[in-house]
């Protein structure tokens, strides 16, 4: 009986240190993404002369486009106070009902195209 209360204590404290190690582990999914669609934003700025919000002519098949591992959606929008010609924002928004929905200290995942990177969760500075 002692053994069974002692391995129930271990359970109740590995267990949710656990889940969040998972947790920020699948955070490089959405990270990988924001880099890969800031790329593509790059070149297509190169070819175009402009940035885009369409995923599709970033060479997605959908938009918003889905993280290759399926934890984040993500799409791009005109920066604050700015236009899709000059600059954008690309947003990693977990997806609802996944592994990720339950990421409170990160929340959304953010990279504008000035390299700043952002969350609006509750522990925003270590989310990169």
Not at 41 to 59: C, S
Request: glycine share 10%; with cysteine; proline share 3%.
């Amino acid at each position: 009986m002692i053994a069974v209360v002692i391995v129930g204590i271990l359970m109740a404290v590995a267990l949710p240190a656990y889940q969040n190690s998972l947790i920020k582990g699948r955070r490089s999914d959405g990270m990988s993404a924001l880099f890969d669609v800031a790329n593509r934003q790059e070149q297509f700025l190169l070819d175009q002369n402009t940035y885009t919000t369409d995923m599709r002519e970033l060479g997605f098949q959908v938009d918003p486009m889905v993280s290759e591992e399926g934890h984040y959606s993500v799409d791009a929008a005109p920066c604050t106070g700015g236009t899709i010609a000059t600059c954008y924002i690309v947003s990693a928004t977990p997806i609802a009902g996944g592994a990720q929905a339950n990421d409170s200290r990160c929340g959304i995942l953010r990279l504008d195209s000035s390299g700043r990177k952002t969350a609006t969760g509750t522990r925003q500075q270590e989310c990169w």
